[in-house]
């Protein structure tokens, strides 16, 4: 039954990654808010991020450490959206970010100048 669980859990967590880019901002709130418990270290299902196929790479194998690009490119762009948006996905993108794949997924200046805005606006919300 633990398993049934577990395999039920990872199911969710699979669906919640398809809402990340939805049109409608409350569900990618909630996608990124119910995404953000699992990109913390330890949790037993983070290894599913990297084990996701993509256009790129159909058999799902990427770099250890890496994370699914479009995953990466979802949250870098949440972290423009709505205020509680952008804050989950700037938490997921903190947690994801301790491995050196993921930090290379980040090394974009674009993005980087979106952090720096955020941190150096005085009225920024996040």
Same mark, same amino acid.
């Given at each position: 039954?633990?398993?049934?669980?577990?395999?039920?859990?990872?199911?969710?967590?699979?669906?919640?990654?398809?809402?990340?880019?939805?049109?409608?901002?409350?569900?990618?709130?909630?996608?990124?808010?119910?995404?953000?418990?699992?990109?913390?270290?330890? &949790?037993?299902?983070? $290894?599913? @991020?990297? /084990? =996701?196929?993509?256009?790129?790479?159909?058999?799902?194998? #990427?770099?250890?450490?890496?994370?699914?690009?479009?995953?990466?490119?979802?949250?870098?762009?949440?972290?423009?959206?709505?205020?509680?948006?952008? &804050?989950?996905?700037? $938490?997921? @993108?903190? /947690? =994801?970010?301790?491995?050196?794949?993921?930090?290379?997924? #980040?090394?974009?200046?674009?993005?980087?100048?979106?952090?720096?805005?955020?941190?150096?606006?005085?009225?920024?919300?996040?």
């Amino acid at each position: 039954m633990n398993q049934d669980r577990a395999g039920s859990d990872d199911f969710q967590f699979i669906q919640l990654i398809e809402f990340l880019h939805d049109r409608n901002p409350e569900v990618r709130r909630l996608a990124v808010h119910g995404l953000l418990p699992y990109t913390a270290a330890n &949790h037993p299902s983070r $290894s599913i @991020l990297n /084990n =996701l196929p993509t256009a790129e790479n159909s058999s799902g194998d #990427l770099k250890p450490g890496s994370i699914k690009p479009g995953i990466i490119e979802d949250l870098k762009r949440l972290s423009e959206d709505q205020h509680m948006t952008a &804050h989950d996905a700037f $938490s997921a @993108l903190i /947690n =994801l970010s301790d491995t050196a794949p993921v930090v290379e997924q #980040l090394n974009d200046p674009d993005f980087l100048s979106v952090i720096f805005f955020t941190i150096i606006v005085s009225d920024s919300q996040i």
